[in-house]
């Protein structure tokens, strides 16, 4: 299992998958949408089996706010438990419609290959 701390490089890649989910919202919304992402979005999936970890990341930039959500994940299985079996599109939260604006939201998956996080 990695963890902090632990190293891996392109010889020896991690067993982990991310999942990055990208959506937009109004800046006026901002801090409106992080509680509600975070409230109904990020504490569930930090709750599912085979989850490793979760970050949100957002960008205020003029009118628009960016956000992202990067999950860790033991497998595609794990991912599965999460999203079923359609885990290359997005699992909308229910308030999502009222909140994003531009494009929709999109989910994709990488392979980590290298993951060097420093001990605390």
Do not use: C
Request: glycine fraction near 6%; hydrophobic fraction near 40%.
């Amino acid at each position: 299992m990695l963890h902090r701390g632990t190293q891996t490089s392109p010889d020896r890649p991690a067993k982990l998958i991310a999942r990055l989910w990208q959506g937009r919202t109004q800046a006026s919304r901002a801090e409106e949408y992080t509680r509600y992402l975070y409230d109904a979005g990020v504490r569930k999936i930090a709750a599912v089996p085979g989850n490793r970890g979760v970050q949100m990341l957002r960008l205020v930039h003029g009118d628009v706010a960016e956000f992202e959500v990067l999950s860790y994940w033991d497998s595609l299985d794990a991912i599965r438990r999460y999203a079923g079996e359609d885990y290359e599109n997005v699992r909308h939260l229910p308030r999502d419609p009222e909140y994003m604006i531009g494009k929709a939201p999109v989910v994709r998956h990488f392979e980590v290959i290298v993951n060097d996080w420093p001990s605390a």
